[in-house]
T-cell receptor
Framework: DAGVIQSPRHEVTEMGQEVTLRCKPISGHNSLFWYRQTMMRGLELLIYFNNNVPIDDSGMPEDRFSAKMPNASFSTLKIQPSEPRDSAVYFC????????????FGPGTRLTVL | AQSVAQPEDQVNVAEGNPLTVKCTYSVSGNPYLFWYVQYPNRGLQFLLKYITGDNLVKGSYGFEAEFNKSQTSFHLKKPSALVSDSALYFCAVRDDGRSYIPTFGRGTSLIVHP
């Protein structure tokens, strides 16, 4: 398996623009997580899906952020409109369901909002 | 509630010397504990986990960790450090049966000097 795939790897955009980040989890995994990593705040969980259903979105910063998982092999994280403080590395991770299962992280998308 | 603490932001060790990266946790039930490593510009990578059984867990790249229930700790260790071990290390905990969402520590930067 190719592992968790994220695209794009780098994104530079201007404030106010819409940004869409994409994730393909490992085949067979039914849990998917979106994280954001910054130097100041460390690793933050944004949203957790299980079997394509959002279970916990309490980490989504505000209404500008939205996430979808239309099927088991694809998820998106959208920011509209983007702001400079959204600049961060965004990771997608997948795993089998169950508290004892480890997560597999994608390579991340480095987002810069000018 | 679950929480995890990594008391050291940075650990410095000379190549060939043993290394320890500390982690303590707090859970209501039984803990599931994980260590991940993050190399520069990469996603987090699973190293090892404790679910149950033997308190000494062996993982990838010669790393091991010891679960200590009385001290609520799960320190990461390696008998002989390599320069290539230099990276950011994250400890994570899940509460047995109570949460499918792990809580990550803030990370410890390990620097191995030649």
């Amino acid at each position: 398996d190719a592992g968790v795939i994220q695209s794009p790897r780098h994104e530079v955009t201007e404030m106010g623009q819409e940004v869409t980040l994409r994730c393909k989890p490992i085949s067979g995994h039914n849990s998917l997580f979106w994280y954001r990593q910054t130097m100041m705040r460390g690793l933050e969980l944004l949203i957790y899906f299980n079997n394509n259903v959002p279970i916990d979105d309490s980490g989504m910063p505000e209404d500008r952020f939205s996430a979808k998982m239309p099927n088991a092999s694809f998820s998106t994280l959208k920011i509209q409109p983007s702001e400079p403080r959204d600049s961060a590395v965004y990771f997608c991770a997948s795993s089998f369901s169950g508290s004892f299962n480890e997560q597999f992280f994608g390579p991340g998308t480095r987002l810069t909002v000018l | 509630a679950q929480s995890v603490a990594q008391p050291e932001d940075q650990v410095n060790v000379a190549e060939g010397n043993p290394l320890t990266v500390k982690c303590t946790y707090s859970v209501s039930g039984n803990p599931y504990l994980f260590w991940y490593v993050q190399y520069p510009n990469r996603g987090l990578q699973f190293l090892l986990k404790y679910i149950t059984g033997d308190n000494l867990v062996k993982g990838s790249y010669g790393f091991e960790a010891e679960f200590n229930k009385s001290q609520t700790s799960f320190h990461l260790k390696k008998p002989s450090a390599l320069v290539s071990d230099s990276a950011l290390y994250f400890c994570a905990v899940r509460d047995d049966g109570r949460s499918y969402i792990p809580t990550f520590g803030r990370g410890t930067s390990l620097i191995v000097h030649p």
